[in-house]
């Protein structure tokens, strides 16, 4: 049984990245069979087709530059002439033909495999002029599968070409008393048939052979159960490095949190544990915003922001502890908190008003009309 480099079996299947990784490498079922008798079959079909007209064309092509007249003979451009004529018309013959192999041979190769164009594998692999890895090759079970499919070719061909020659001799023998017309057509007709009846044979050798190049593909690709982990541990992350980044992002987060808090109309706390910090725009409609929020050391952080730019805090720890809760960063208070931050924000605004000497002194918050499902416990 096969091992891997490091002594595990390869037991479980391709994962959908090396698959990928594989047929940009070039690294694809591909059966040479398969191409071969599809290209022949075609051509021995397209002879069959298109066998008539060339015949036809040629008969043209012999009549016209095997009669010479005198006039011909004397006009030095005479043979440039018809040197590029009866090449055009022997293009215009033999076209359909070629338009029909050119198809074949793009079709034969994708149909196992698919359409795929690799640049990695036009590039040179030393690896191979390594007389060792030649050897190794030579000697392979792959090497003795394509023995074993020339053999069966050779003798598959060859029994099928005796069993047509024979049933063909007839006609074989007949070609010589035709007129030269006829035995040009009837020998295209025999070419044409006698090769789709050899090229029939070559269908029992791509019939086997494309099972196997996919099970040898299939096989090839198979991974370990330590190549399955080092894949899923290199495209998910490390723990460390995912740790990291979260650390990154905590901190990035943190500072963009903390630089938000003078923009705040309030920060409501609980009053040392919670602290959320506020911010309500009436030009821009909606509901007010949490533009920070923290426990413990990041709350006592938002209350000495809070201090410094002299803008007020409020104790309500029952609202504090909801809006935590409820609310993430940047977003807006949920509905059931409208009432009662709408309540902390208009005594914001009297406060305001008294200290600018334009109103009276507020009365203290009482409760808060805070809905049960968003109430939480200390």
């Known amino acids: 049984m096969a091992e891997s480099e490091s002594g595990q079996d390869k037991t479980e299947k391709p994962t959908d990245k090396k698959v990928r990784d594989s047929r940009a490498d070039g690294q694809i079922a591909r059966s040479k069979e398969l191409t071969t008798f599809v290209v022949m079959m075609m051509g021995a079909s397209g002879l069959l087709m298109f066998g008539g007209g060339v015949a036809q064309m040629m008969q043209e092509l012999m009549r016209d530059n095997f009669s010479i007249t005198r006039e011909m003979l004397m006009d030095p451009s005479w043979m440039g002439r018809m040197l590029v004529k009866s090449g055009q018309h022997a293009l215009v013959a033999v076209l359909p033909f070629l338009i029909v192999m050119l198809l074949a041979a793009v079709a034969g190769p994708i149909m196992l495999g698919g359409w795929l164009f690799a640049t990695k594998s036009l590039a040179p692999k030393f690896s191979r002029m390594n007389p060792l890895s030649g050897v190794k090759r030579m000697f392979s079970m792959n090497s003795l599968v394509e023995l074993l499919k020339s053999l069966a070719k050779f003798l598959i061909i060859l029994a099928v070409a005796l069993v047509v020659i024979k049933n063909d001799r007839d006609d074989l023998v ?161 509905a059931g908190l409208y009432l009662a931050v709408a309540q902390v924000l208009a005594y914001v605004f009297q406060i305001r008003q008294f200290h600018a000497g334009r109103g009276k002194r507020p009365q203290p918050l009482g409760d808060l009309p805070i809905p049960p499902d968003l109430q939480r416990d200390a």
């Open 174 to 334: 007949a070609i010589a008393h035709e007129p030269l017309e006829q035995a040009m057509i009837h020998s295209l007709q025999l070419v044409g048939w006698s090769t789709l009846w050899i090229v029939a044979g070559l269908f029992l050798i791509a019939a086997v052979d494309v099972p196997f190049q996919l099970y040898e593909s299939h096989k090839k690709l198979m991974m370990t159960k330590q190549e399955v982990r080092d894949e899923h541990k290199n495209s998910e992350g490390s723990p460390e490095i995912k740790q990291r980044i979260r650390q990154l992002q905590y901190e990035m987060s943190h500072r963009r949190m903390m630089a938000a808090i003078p923009e705040a109309d309030v920060i409501i706390t609980n009053p040392t544990h919670f602290a959320v910090a506020l911010k309500y725009d009436p030009e821009q409609g909606g509901a007010p915003m949490l533009l920070a929020k923290g426990v413990d050391l990041i709350a006592l952080k938002i209350r000495e922001i809070g201090t410094h730019n002299q803008i007020m805090i409020l104790e309500s720890p029952t609202l504090a502890r909801s809006i935590y809760y409820s609310t993430e960063l940047e977003q807006e208070i949920p």
